[in-house]
């Protein structure tokens, strides 16, 4: 029978769900290797064939290390907290979870078209309550507790209340936040209990804290930056404003030195490596306080953080964000129409649009001046919407005569521009070089250059309690609450003012039912429609949710011990899976997922929960599959108006046209199908066409998958046509794994052509099996080692596209060498597995292997000896026209040579009777007989 895929694939892929075949076990004398997809969302438009790269190139790995001996967890699950099935829970009213639950199962069905050897005994949705029970958990952990500078990791907060109680805070050194009070230890234990909570929540490694959000009344919701286009929401359009909140926020900023360390230890892309260590911006520089010149601000300065402390003898105004906490305090009666007008020009703009903004200088000036600590100099103080109030100190000192911005702020406000002249300037006595009576930057400090001055003058600050040495980071602290529904409920409830934890006994705190998924009336999150949803009857609970990274934040843990009701993982569990050996996915998550769970694995190996530092050894980023638009040519008439006529690519020029995408899936090979043309659109039902040679050719471009350009394949459709296993050998075969590309079905009959030839070599003619038994010839044994040991460096080194083509050249080989020999084609069927399991599997069970999967055989040793060159094709010329190629050892003499060519039936048959004059022998090149 010719190759039945439809069957084939469908029969293995129960056999393989029946026999939980790739069930991995917590236990094993192999080696553990864990490979890991990205937690993918379920989305109700499915996969397209863009989407399984990853998930294909981690099945090949996976399916190759568990011929190599290792014991391989290789798990599956969901990130199903996402805000499209809570927009259409809003639209429709139909409870975000049965959406999500419908778009999972249709996620499944196609994953398991795929054939990917997943262990779904162990699969997790992170909105399912058995879940996110242990997502509200951590949170708990993190909410006791602090970060001690001196260990170098986090601790319980009972530790830290142990040193007040004993020592007060003054010795403690802890992460926590800007301005704590200093107390002794018995001012500590004289505290009110309520008191003390106010001072823990200055430490607790996740806390409330008022912060400058992007606010949409609206949509009665905080909005992240990339939901904000020039000041508006993307869904729906609606203004947004910056808006300060009490939003609960964790302390990452504690972990910036470890996860800029950590980055170092682990095989990652250097392209994403550096995207984090940009974030994370570590700087080193001074903190320097500006006193405020007002006698009424008495005590009070702005303090800046600054890289180039030899810059401040250059500082001619300073400039803090428009929500600085000194703003209205500085502004003076005259100017403060002109600074509430500016304050609410910036409500109106993003954050991200404040840092991409780099060529609109504006600002307003409050009235106010600040005194420079080492000359004495007047400064004025402006607001400007490029300063945010979250970045450093919120404010920063203006070098018009070293940085751009700060000089074409100076120009526009008529503001002066201090040279930088190679002058001296004299710290011991003050006195700094000037010109014309006014103070100039200079090159030189204390006879020294401004690298070599720097140290001296933070000392110099220091000693005048106007500046400290300081490293700083650009990265923030974590905001960690939506004023959304569909997400996992904090597990606080409020006394007071003040955020208490649910006892760890009522864990998960389950979402409880609304009338509608939109804020209250009242402007509180839709949690706050939940009737009668309090703690113990009577205290309110938290009402926003956690973000979108809670869940996918240590979820690989938890496939270590899906079913586990009494931990989030036991301890057995993970020490022995310990961390992911090679994690597939997107680099668009560098600066999100994987920085957040970088973070919280750092800080449950604190605390004694995990054992490695690093979550994943090794991460690969595929490329996208990008799509291959096609289009259409409608002539357009006199009036400029369309026709229904339509002409094909090359007689285009001929017309006046306009292009119009239309549905790749009713082209192939870039030939329009007509009639599905005409239902493509209701306006085309009466189309007309002008063809080339019968046929209507359409352009292309490559552009990126998307549904507005009818380019979008599913997977569903090449699986009908093709079968699975041609699908996953051709998105292999499209290039390198790291690489996007363009997809293209103009290739995948060559890759479904090569699998019938494979199906082939089993079968004699008439399509009935057969493979012989016997030894096989050396031919045969060089074909099969060199691709053993091809797909294998090809496997290691995660060069999956290029073992498609040494499949091809290996069966071209043993089908003109007619092999049929039991011991290549077992061994060929096990190499080619991990690419295409479904038919090796059938293949193998052909075989006679009863036991049912080749899932767990051996990989074939690679022999170097059956490569050795013992032989060569000579090319036979007569009279110089080559007539055949004849294979001769490389071992024989010229005479040995000789005689064997010419007692060769072909060649006699050449010759024709007629006797050579001569024979010309170049040993391992050529034979040439003269007659």
């Given at each position: 029978?010719?190759?039945?895929?439809?069957?084939?694939?469908?029969?293995?892929?129960?056999?393989?769900?029946?026999?939980?075949?790739?069930?991995a076990?917590?236990?094993?004398e192999?080696?553990?290797?864990?490979?890991?997809?990205?937690?993918p969302?379920?989305?109700?438009?499915?996969?397209?064939?863009?989407?399984?790269?990853?998930?294909?190139?981690?099945?090949?790995?996976?399916?190759?290390k568990?011929?190599?001996?290792?014991?391989?967890?290789?798990?599956?699950?969901?990130?199903?907290?996402?805000?499209?099935?809570?927009?259409?829970?809003?639209?429709?009213?139909?409870?975000?979870?049965?959406?999500?639950?419908?778009?999972?199962?249709?996620?499944?069905?196609?994953?398991?078209?795929?054939?990917?050897?997943?262990?779904?005994?162990?699969?997790?949705?992170?909105?399912?309550?058995?879940?996110?029970?242990?997502?509200?958990?951590?949170?708990?952990?993190?909410?006791?507790?602090?970060?001690?500078?001196?260990t170098?990791?986090?601790?319980?907060?009972s530790?830290?209340?142990?040193?007040?109680?004993?020592?007060?805070?003054?010795?403690?050194?802890?992460?926590?936040?800007?301005?704590?009070?200093?107390?002794?230890?018995?001012?500590?234990?004289?505290?009110?209990?309520?008191?003390?909570?106010?001072?823990?929540?200055?430490?607790?490694l996740?806390?409330?804290?008022?912060s400058?959000?992007?606010?949409?009344?609206?949509?009665?919701?905080?909005?992240?930056?990339?939901?904000?286009?020039?000041?508006?929401?993307?869904?729906?359009?609606?203004?947004?404003?910056?808006?300060?909140m009490?939003?609960?926020?964790?302390?990452?900023?504690?972990?910036?030195?470890?996860?800029?360390?950590?980055?170092?230890?682990?095989?990652?892309?250097?392209?994403?490596?550096?995207?984090?260590?940009?974030?994370?911006?570590?700087?080193?520089?001074?903190?320097?306080?500006?006193?405020?010149?007002d006698?009424?601000?008495?005590?009070?300065?702005?303090?800046?953080?600054?890289?180039?402390?030899?810059?401040?003898?250059?500082?001619?105004?300073?400039?803090?964000?428009?929500?600085?906490?000194?703003?209205?305090?500085?502004?003076?009666?005259?100017?403060?129409?002109?600074?509430?007008?500016?304050?609410?020009?910036?409500?109106?703009?993003?954050?991200?649009?404040?840092?991409?903004?780099?060529?609109?200088?504006?600002?307003?000036?409050?009235?106010?001046?600040?005194?420079?600590?080492?000359?004495?100099?007047?400064?004025?103080?402006?607001?400007?919407?490029?300063?945010?109030?979250?970045?450093?100190?919120?404010?920063?000192?203006?070098?018009?005569?070293?940085?751009?911005?700060?000089?074409?702020?100076?120009?526009?406000?008529?503001?002066?521009?201090?040279?930088?002249l190679?002058?001296?300037?004299?710290?011991?006595?003050?006195?700094?070089?000037?010109?014309?009576?006014?103070?100039?930057?200079?090159?030189?400090?204390?006879?020294?250059?401004?690298?070599?001055?720097?140290?001296?003058?933070?000392?110099?600050?220091?000693?005048?309690?106007?500046?400290?040495?300081?490293?700083?980071?650009?990265?923030?602290?974590?905001?960690?609450?939506?004023?959304?529904?569909?997400?996992?409920?904090?597990?606080?409830?409020?006394?007071?003012?003040?955020?208490e934890?649910?006892?760890?006994?009522?864990?998960?705190?389950?979402?409880?039912?609304?009338?509608?998924?939109?804020?209250?009336?009242?402007?509180?999150?839709?949690?706050?429609?939940?009737?009668?949803?309090?703690?113990?009857?009577?205290?309110?609970?938290?009402?926003?949710?956690?973000?979108?990274?809670?869940?996918?934040?240590w979820?690989?843990?938890?496939?270590?011990?899906?079913?586990?009701?009494?931990?989030?993982?036991?301890?057995?569990?993970?020490?022995?899976?310990?961390?992911?050996?090679?994690?597939?996915?997107?680099?668009?998550?560098?600066?999100?997922?994987?920085?957040y769970?970088?973070?919280?694995?750092?800080?449950?190996?604190?605390?004694?929960?995990?054992?490695?530092e690093?979550?994943?050894?090794?991460?690969?980023?595929?490329?996208?599959?990008?799509?291959?638009?096609?289009?259409?040519?409608?002539?357009?008439?006199?009036?400029?108006?369309?026709?229904?006529t339509?002409?094909?690519?090359?007689?285009?020029?001929?017309?006046?046209?306009?292009?119009?995408?239309?549905?790749?899936?009713?082209?192939?090979?870039d030939?329009?199908?007509?009639?599905?043309?005409?239902?493509?659109?209701?306006?085309?039902?009466?189309?007309?066409?002008?063809?080339?040679n019968?046929?209507?050719?359409?352009?292309?471009?490559?552009?990126?998958?998307?549904?507005?350009?009818?380019?979008?394949?599913?997977?569903?459709?090449?699986?009908?046509?093709?079968?699975?296993?041609?699908?996953?050998?051709?998105?292999?075969?499209?290039?390198?794994?790291?690489?996007?590309?363009?997809?293209?079905?103009?290739?995948?009959?060559?890759?479904?052509?090569?699998?019938?030839?494979?199906?082939?070599?089993?079968?004699?003619?008439?399509?009935?099996?057969r493979?012989?038994?016997?030894?096989?010839?050396?031919?045969?044994?060089?074909?099969?080692?060199?691709?053993?040991?091809?797909?294998?460096?090809?496997?290691?080194?995660?060069?999956?596209?290029?073992?498609?083509s040494?499949?091809?050249?290996?069966?071209?080989?043993?089908?003109?060498?007619?092999?049929?020999?039991?011991?290549?084609?077992?061994?060929l069927?096990?190499?080619?597995?991990?690419?295409?399991?479904?038919?090796?599997?059938?293949?193998?069970?052909?075989?006679?292997?009863?036991?049912?999967?080749l899932?767990?055989?051996?990989?074939?040793?690679?022999?170097?000896?059956?490569?050795?060159?013992?032989?060569?094709?000579?090319?036979?010329?007569i009279?110089?026209?080559?007539?055949?190629?004849?294979?001769i050892?490389?071992?024989?003499?010229?005479?040995?040579?000789?005689?064997?060519?010419?007692?060769?039936?072909?060649?006699?048959?050449?010759?024709?009777?007629?006797?050579?004059?001569?024979?010309?022998?170049?040993?391992?090149?050529?034979?040439?007989?003269?007659?």
């Amino acid at each position: 029978m010719d190759y039945q895929f439809k069957d084939i694939e469908s029969r293995w892929q129960k056999f393989w769900a029946e026999n939980q075949t790739f069930k991995a076990s917590n236990q094993s004398e192999k080696p553990k290797f864990y490979v890991l997809d990205m937690f993918p969302y379920p989305s109700g438009a499915g996969l397209h064939v863009g989407h399984p790269l990853g998930y294909i190139a981690s099945d090949i790995f996976s399916r190759y290390k568990r011929l190599k001996g290792f014991n391989v967890l290789h798990p599956m699950g969901y990130d199903s907290f996402g805000l499209p099935a809570e927009q259409y829970a809003i639209q429709t009213g139909q409870h975000p979870a049965i959406t999500t639950e419908a778009n999972i199962n249709r996620y499944r069905e196609q994953l398991d078209n795929l054939g990917f050897s997943y262990d779904w005994s162990r699969e997790v949705r992170t909105s399912d309550p058995s879940y996110y029970k242990w997502t509200q958990w951590i949170f708990m952990q993190l909410f006791n507790a602090w970060y001690n500078l001196e260990t170098d990791k986090a601790a319980p907060i009972s530790e830290l209340i142990e040193l007040f109680e004993t020592a007060g805070n003054e010795t403690v050194k802890a992460v926590c936040d800007e301005e704590v009070e200093q107390f002794s230890a018995d001012q500590w234990l004289g505290f009110s209990a309520e008191k003390k909570e106010q001072i823990l929540l200055s430490y607790r490694l996740t806390y409330l804290k008022e912060s400058t959000v992007n606010w949409c009344p609206a949509l009665g919701t905080v909005l992240a930056n990339d939901e904000v286009k020039d000041g508006f929401s993307e869904r729906g359009g609606f203004p947004v404003e910056q808006k300060k909140m009490m939003q609960w926020s964790m302390r990452i900023t504690a972990y910036a030195d470890r996860l800029l360390q950590g980055l170092d230890t682990i095989d990652w892309p250097e392209p994403l490596k550096e995207m984090q260590r940009n974030w994370i911006g570590k700087s080193v520089g001074a903190l320097v306080a500006f006193k405020v010149e007002d006698e009424k601000l008495k005590g009070e300065a702005i303090e800046v953080f600054t890289t180039r402390v030899d810059t401040i003898f250059g500082v001619s105004f300073l400039v803090i964000a428009p929500e600085h906490e000194l703003v209205e305090q500085l502004t003076t009666e005259g100017q403060k129409p002109e600074i509430d007008a500016y304050i609410a020009q910036t409500k109106k703009k993003s954050e991200l649009d404040r840092m991409a903004d780099t060529k609109t200088v504006s600002g307003a000036f409050t009235g106010s001046y600040v005194i420079n600590p080492v000359n004495g100099e007047k400064v004025p103080v402006w607001i400007a919407d490029y300063v945010l109030a979250g970045y450093g100190t919120g404010a920063v000192m203006a070098v018009p005569s070293g940085d751009q911005r700060d000089y074409l702020f100076a120009k526009k406000f008529e503001l002066p521009i201090i040279p930088i002249l190679d002058a001296q300037i004299d710290l011991d006595k003050q006195a700094d070089a000037t010109k014309d009576g006014k103070y100039i930057n200079s090159r030189f400090i204390n006879g020294k250059n401004y690298q070599e001055a720097i140290p001296a003058l933070i000392e110099f600050l220091e000693a005048k309690s106007a500046g400290k040495a300081k490293v700083n980071y650009r990265m923030r602290d974590a905001i960690f609450g939506r004023q959304r529904y569909w997400g996992e409920p904090v597990p606080v409830y409020f006394k007071g003012e003040l955020p208490e934890l649910i006892d760890e006994k009522e864990l998960p705190l389950v979402l409880p039912e609304v009338d509608k998924y939109l804020p209250t009336e009242s402007g509180e999150p839709p949690l706050g429609r939940a009737e009668d949803w309090k703690y113990q009857s009577q205290y309110e609970y938290e009402l926003s949710t956690m973000p979108g990274w809670a869940g996918s934040s240590w979820y690989w843990y938890r496939y270590m011990d899906a079913q586990n009701g009494q931990e989030f993982a036991s301890k057995e569990a993970i020490e022995y899976w310990k961390d992911v050996d090679l994690y597939i996915g997107g680099s668009e998550h560098a600066t999100g997922h994987l920085l957040y769970s970088r973070f919280w694995n750092k800080f449950l190996k604190d605390l004694g929960y995990v054992v490695e530092e690093e979550p994943f050894k090794k991460l690969i980023n595929q490329g996208m599959i990008q799509g291959r638009s096609n289009f259409v040519y409608r002539v357009i008439d006199e009036d400029g108006r369309g026709t229904n006529t339509f002409v094909s690519y090359g007689l285009r020029d001929q017309y006046k046209t306009s292009e119009i995408h239309v549905d790749v899936n009713i082209v192939e090979n870039d030939i329009l199908n007509l009639e599905k043309f005409k239902t493509f659109r209701p306006d085309f039902a009466d189309a007309e066409f002008i063809l080339e040679n019968g046929k209507y050719h359409c352009g292309h471009e490559v552009e990126k998958m998307s549904k507005s350009k009818f380019n979008v394949v599913n997977p569903d459709d090449i699986i009908e046509r093709y079968g699975a296993d041609t699908l996953r050998l051709y998105e292999m075969f499209l290039g390198p794994l790291e690489q996007s590309k363009p997809w293209n079905t103009n290739g995948i009959e060559g890759v479904f052509k090569f699998l019938r030839k494979f199906w082939k070599l089993f079968h004699d003619d008439q399509f009935n099996f057969r493979v012989t038994d016997g030894e096989p010839g050396k031919s045969e044994l060089k074909s099969l080692h060199k691709i053993i040991r091809k797909v294998e460096e090809d496997i290691e080194r995660f060069s999956f596209n290029t073992s498609v083509s040494s499949f091809m050249i290996c069966v071209n080989e043993l089908t003109d060498l007619k092999s049929s020999n039991r011991q290549i084609l077992e061994q060929l069927t096990i190499v080619l597995s991990s690419y295409a399991p479904h038919i090796t599997e059938e293949l193998w069970s052909l075989m006679g292997h009863d036991s049912g999967t080749l899932s767990y055989a051996q990989y074939p040793k690679f022999n170097p000896e059956y490569l050795v060159e013992d032989e060569f094709a000579y090319p036979i010329s007569i009279n110089g026209k080559m007539k055949m190629n004849l294979n001769i050892s490389l071992m024989l003499e010229s005479a040995e040579v000789e005689r064997f060519v010419l007692d060769n039936e072909d060649v006699k048959r050449y010759l024709d009777g007629k006797t050579p004059k001569k024979l010309i022998f170049v040993k391992g090149k050529i034979v040439n007989i003269v007659v």
